[in-house]
């Protein structure tokens, strides 16, 4: 016996060598983390490229992006329940396999419609990676080194958008738009050969039966708001699609609540939000991904539009950012974390960001790319202090078997917190250009836009805020449980 298995560890033999399993587990989970994420920013970058190729008008080309949103979030409420059924196992090879197939399918795609049905192929694996991928990861760790596996989720979710944007812009300029996607398919049989091989099953005997009006209430509900959040700002708040899609997903919601209550095993168990430990994060966790994919959404189009980068040059402004996450979540998880708890260290890391943030309001076509990227490090550097925290709190006090329910709640919430961000801040630079440019030529209109970009950035700026409010609400003695340093041998 090895000492691991003496300590009690699970472990296992890779390439001769016996390693704690928990570690296998995380490193299947960060290629299939890293190669979703990675997927959904590269592609945003090969729209204009995609929509002369094939000839599409702009109402057509943005189904590349939403068709897949939407898959993802019929599928994403799902995933707990699969995992708990049929194994963690089956269901992220199976998650695996689809998406590699399907990005593989996209790069060979011969017109727009087919590629809109692959990318759609793709949200069902992309739905599923995620949420199964969490419940394996928090199920091999034990709480008092959530905080180890929260900073690997922090640190994969930083650094796959941040990538995105400089590795689409390559490819797209150098190679073609074809191997935006044909670059998922050498990480994704490293992944399926890897999880075949090491990843141990587990399923849950209370997972139930298949609850049929949770999976379509959740993933309609769900689809609808992204879909009425992607589409507010471009057709109109007003417009009779948003409006059908928002008050339906409000309908499916609400009767979501009440169905969901009622079953003893329901496919998204709404109970577990109850719980102020794990309802509390997650609600600091909504805004704070609004802030984050909010300015990553509109900072590369300010870059590539007034200030005149290329997208490679813009991915490398904003790289910055995931070097910050990097830097600050080796520490955090780690010495920070046990110490002063989650509170403080997401009410500083949010109280921070938003101040960084604001600096963007002065960036103008004068201001140096170098400055752009230290801000971007700035900002890195607070958004650790705060995705680390709220990982390992989150899930302090949730038992094994809902684990996989509770990562598909989360998950959820992460998307449509997402989804707001970027709705919020489009739409106020949607108005505030039509305000301030309006008929103006010339180099009114560009002060103008320019003016309505920074108007835009505080947005994030106020949904950092929002996220320091939430996370004072915080209880360190909810996450007792992660708070206990761990062993110094793992």
Known sequence: MSELEAQGQPTANFFGRIVPYKWLVAMAFVL??????????????????????????????EWVVTGYLLSLALWIPASGWLGDRFGTKRCFIFALFSFTLASGLCGAAWNIESLIAFRVLQGVGG???????????????????????SSLLAMVTVLAPAIGPVLGGLLVEQASWRWIFYVNLPIGVIGLVFSAKYLVEHTEPTAGGFDLAGFLLSGVGLAGLLYGMAEGPVRGWTHPLVLTALVGAF??????????????????DLRLLADRSFRTPNLVSFASFGALLGLLFLLPQFLQGPRGFSPFESGLATFPQAVGVLITARYIGAKLYPTFGPRRLVMF?????????LCFVWVDLDTSAWTIRALMLARGLTLGFGFIPLQAAAFARI????????SALSQAQRQAGAAV??????????????ALVGAKTGQAAVEGLIQAYHQAFLGSVILAVLAFIAGSFIRDSDAAPTMRRPPSKS
């Not at 309908?251 to 003893?264: I, M, N, Q, R």
């Open 32 to 61: 299939g983390l890293f190669m979703d994420i990675l997927d959904t920013t590269i592609v945003t970058v090969a729209l204009p490229t995609l929509s002369a190729e094939f000839g599409a008008d702009t109402n057509t080309i």
């Open 127 to 149: 739905g599923m990676l995620t949420p199964v991928g969490t419940a394996m990861l928090y199920r091999a760790f034990p709480p008092i080194e959530r905080p180890k596996a």
């Open 251 to 268: 309908v499916c919601f609400a009767a979501l609540v009440k169905v969901e209550l009622a079953k003893p095993f329901p496919m998204l």
């Open 349 to 357: 890391g949010m109280a921070a960001n938003a101040i960084i943030t």
């Open 399 to 406: 038992k094994p078997e809902s684990t996989g329910r509770a």
């Open 421 to 434: 961000g970027v709705a919020v801040l489009a739409t106020i630079l949607i108005e505030r250009r039509d």
